[in-house]
């Protein structure tokens, strides 16, 4: 790991330059630190996250923002979590504690604004979610998931609790524990709020923004019809990416939990990688400049949506994604930025179907069996109706070559 620069005394400093814009130090010192061999991986109720939860709190108060957890800045919760996914009733499962770090900027205004990220990841891999053929042990720093988000959040907080032009909305900052076990933490923050639900104005979820491709420049931002004046706002104000827009409010991230309270949503992402849920997601694969230009154009974002009425809230239809579970996988990742015909593979996990069977990355799966995949929900569908032991074939475009391959589940 790189070296990092850590202290207050540099917040601080640092704060009183007034009226600057996002601050590139701050980020990448956030995401070197948090995504250290130091933290262990920031696995869910390890030492390791209590460790990750001091630092963002010492952020908050270095920028003296208000203390809104139900603990000083901690939101502490309890939860039973079972490795086995069909064990819903958790008999004899203890039940752990978690914690959410939350801060408060008091504009005196009515209706408040909500920026968060989750701060947890996988630790050493004990939890099964590893993508990474034999993960037990091996410290997944979780660099752009989600060192990214956080480090993107800690800086709003920071820009905007000094520039004290945002008048009309509050601000609320919130980093929460066990996303990667199911959204947990924002779930029981949802539950129980530490601010009214009905006067908040929107949510704005930071996860995975350190990936952004210096030559495609995507940016994937979901929720954007959840409120009528989200997709005005992003094309008025977009000078520099190409934004992906997805609609609905339900997504594998913690926006999913405030969408479901009738909160107006929106996540940024700026894409899937081969490292993903790997202890390959390092610090040094972070576009650190690729992140600040997210950043300076949701500080834009903001002040364009501070100028408006609280934004309405809009129910949305489900991605087909989200209405499936699946009896089998092929242990890829599929590429979200993709959108020519087919299905494009930004990794291969090893030992799984798709690996055994010689897919490779890159590779663009276009027929599964008698079905034509255009897309990532045709695949979706495909997935939803193998049972394990179904084999089927699968038809690929290779650097230009129309390869088959039998997938054997």
Known sequence: MKQYILGLSFLLLAGNTIAQRINVEMVSNHISYLSSDELGGRGTSTKDE???AKYIADQFEGMKLEKKGNYGYYYDFLYKHSTNVHDTVMTGVEAKKGRNVVAFLDNKAINTVII??????LGYGHDHNSLDANPENKIHNGADDNASGVSGMLELARYFSLNGITENYNFLFMAFSGEELGLIGSKKWCEFPTIPLNYVNYMINLDMIGRLNDTTKKLLVYGVGTSAGFIPALDKLNRTFSIKKDSSGIGPSDQTSFYLKDIPVLHFFTGQHSDYHKPTDDFNKVNIEGEVSVLEFLVDLVYYLDARPKQGFLKTKNSEST???FKVTMGIMPDYTYEENGLRLDGVTENKP???????????IIQMGNTEIKNIQDYMKMLNSLDKGEEVNVIVIRKGERIERTVRF
């Open 116 to 121: 968060g990220a989750h701060y947890d990841h």
């Open 354 to 364: 798709a690996a055994k069977a010689g897919l490779q990355q890159g590779d663009v």
């Open 323 to 325: 209405k499936m579970s």
């Open 50 to 52: 209590l460790k990750a």
